[in-house]
Structures are given as C-alpha cells and as structure tokens.
C-alpha cells in the first residue's frame, strides 16, 4: 500500500478494539514501513496518576502487537474522542483512521464511529465487532448517480485493492427498475484509478438502497464495502449523510469510507 503509509488506530483497551488491532495486523501485513498510531482518548477529569495508568496500559498494548505491527506509536489525549482523533490524525497527516465499532440497531442513537466517518477528511476504515477473520478477495464500491466529487479518496481503495489482488464490485443499486447509467467523468475515474485490478460494475434492483446494498455483500461473499460520503461535497449540496451512518451502523464487513 504505497500510499498508506501513516495509520491512526484510535482504542479502547476493549474487545473491540482488539478485532480491530487483529485486522489491522493482516493489512499491514504486506506492506513495508508503515507507521501506526495507536490513540487512546480518556476522561479529562482523570487524575494524574490515572492518566499515567492509561499510558502504560497503552504501552503494554503496543508490546503485545509489536511483532505484527512493528512501526507502533502511542498517545493519549484527553477530552473529546472525535475532535482528539481528528486532531491527532490531521497533526501527524494520517493517511488512513482504522477504527473498531460495535455497530447499532437503532437509527436514532448515533455512534462514535458514525459521527468520526462523517467528520472526517481522510478515508476511515471501519472493523465490525463480529467479523471472525482477515479476508481480502472482494470489495464493493457502492456508487450512486452523482458525479465523484473528491477522486483522490480512490487512491486508498486501489492501494489496498491492488496489495491484495482483490476484485472490485462496483455497485450502483437500481431503485426504479430502469438500469443507470454510469456518467461519462465516473467512468473516467473509475477507469484511472482501478485500470491495474479486476473489477465489473453490477446493478441490482431494490428499492432500498441500504438493503440493496446488504442484500448484495452477502450473495457474492463481500470482504469490504467502499463507499464515498456526500456530506462534503463541493460541486453538489452536501447530503446530511443518512445513508453513510445507517451503513456505518449496520455493517457485518469492514467499511472503508472514502474521503
């Protein structure tokens, strides 16, 4: 992955966070002087003592995947998690913010992970709690009928595509039964950036986006979905970002949000 060379990997010391860690070790696996980041975020009322606490249990997380991740830093901040990590990433120009998520069922109560993904500047990559192992071999871009707003967040879906020779799968969901049509500046990117790697456009039909998009994962065996928030748009209105939380939320694969 030439250019994910600097990793932010933001923990919690919990199960979660160590599904993360686990598959984070299998990314980097192939790839040579990456450097992580291992971010800790703690209470600011905590006392001295208890901060160094946090610090050391910190350290003894990096010693434990040192042989997988040999290139690891640490750090912990205290205050707010999502301003920290998107601070610390934004001061250390991150390339890549790999986080753990629990997930949620209720569309009402929004997460850590959804709010970082939807802040963010730089592609996140998010690790469902249930996922059992680190498989590469099918990514899906999911992609509506707007024009790609910011092409360079591409980059890290070819990266990581191409290291682990994965197929890509881009997915436009046909809500009305009439196929889309992929715009002509679309396809032009599409073509610059996945021209090395397999790939194939599929257009199933449903009505719902998110089901369309789930329905798919699991027929064809998904590894990873890639998709691109529209909440920082620049030539279009921003999208309050619905879908990506909804997404963010309820995924059962690791989602690589493309930014």
């Known amino acids: 992955m030439n250019n994910i060379r600097k990793i932010l990997v933001p923990v919690d010391f919990s199960d979660t966070s160590d599904k993360a860690l686990r598959y984070l070790s299998g990314l980097i696996a192939k790839s040579e002087n990456t450097r992580v980041t291992l971010l800790h975020v703690c209470d600011p009322e905590l006392s001295e003592s208890e901060q160094e606490s946090m610090e050391k249990q910190l350290s003894q997380l990096a010693r434990q995947w040192v042989e997988s991740i ?7 901040q205290c205050g707010g998690l999502i301003e920290n990590i ?3 990433q934004k001061e250390q120009r991150s390339d890549l913010i790999l986080m753990g998520t629990h997930g949620s069922q209720d569309e009402a109560k929004e997460t850590n992970t959804s709010k970082l993904v939807l802040e963010a500047d730089c592609p996140v990559l998010v690790i469902p709690a249930n996922l059992k192992e680190f498989s590469l071999k ?3 871009l999911a992609l509506g009928e707007n024009t790609i707003d910011n092409s360079g967040g ?5 990266d990581i595509a191409r290291t682990f020779d994965a197929t890509v799968h881009v997915l436009t969901i046909n809500r009305n039964g009439t196929r889309p049509s992929i715009k002509e500046e679309n396809q032009e990117l599409l073509e610059y950036y996945l021209e090395s790697l397999l790939y194939f456009h599929a257009f199933p039909q449903n009505s719902d986006i998110e089901q369309g998009i789930s329905d798919y994962l699991e027929a064809h065996d998904i590894d990873m979905l890639a998709i691109i928030p529209r909440n920082h748009t620049h030539t279009a209105k921003p999208s309050e970002g619905r879908l990506t939380k909804l997404l963010t939320m309820h995924t059962r694969v690791p989602l690589l949000t493309i930014d």
């Open 70 to 76: 040999p290139d690891c830093q640490q750090q912990v």
């Open 86 to 88: 998107i601070k610390i």
């Open 138 to 140: 099918n990514i899906v």
């Open 154 to 158: 591409l980059q890290a879906l070819h």
